[in-house]
């Protein structure tokens, strides 16, 4: 049997803008959450998540949202990285319930994990086309923080 470890790549914080509700559908409460820019810093890899993205969420029926966010980043080098990030975010009613208020919340408190998909251009960050990453995160009123890991 071999156990996958894990190797912290990067920390990564964005901005939000006010969310964009779409509306209950068949399949749960959508909405659309902007993505502003923000730092990105780690061993791996240093730059800047860019502007102009979107997470495009659904929360479902049993309370979980899911995350579905297409962004990129210009590593400290100037390279453009694309990055599509899909996970899901719960907790007890009552966490959640404060999240949404706007409240700070301790990320402990409640589950945020999502699976991170790079698209590099061949060269010094093509590393990044070749593995498979995890995050977790937390959320704030009008930010994001990101914690990203390769498995090895």
């Known amino acids: 049997m071999i156990k996958p470890e894990l190797e912290f790549v990067y920390e990564a914080g ?6 964009i509700p779409i509306g209950e559908t068949p399949d749960g409460t959508r ?5 502003f820019s923000g730092p990105v810093e780690g061993p791996k890899i240093k ?7 979107a997470d495009w969420q659904l929360t479902r029926h049993d309370g979980v949202t899911v995350a579905d966010a297409i962004y990129a980043m210009r590593t400290d080098d100037g390279v453009v990285i694309q990055i599509r990030n899909r996970g899901l975010r719960h907790g007890p009613p009552e966490v959640m319930k404060r999240l949404m208020a706007g409240e700070e919340v301790d990320p402990a408190e409640y589950y ?3 699976i991170p998909e790079f698209i590099a251009p061949v060269g ?3 590393w990044l086309n070749k593995s498979v990453f995890v995050c977790a995160g937390a959320r704030y009123k009008l930010g994001i923080k990101l914690w990203v890991w390769r498995v090895i």
Do not use: M, Q, S, V
């Open 14 to 19: 964005g901005d939000l803008g006010e969310p």
């Open 31 to 35: 909405r659309i959450i902007p993505i």
């Open 47 to 53: 730059g800047e998540l860019l502007g102009n993205a």
């Open 112 to 114: 945020f994990r999502t």
């Open 124 to 126: 010094k960050y093509d």
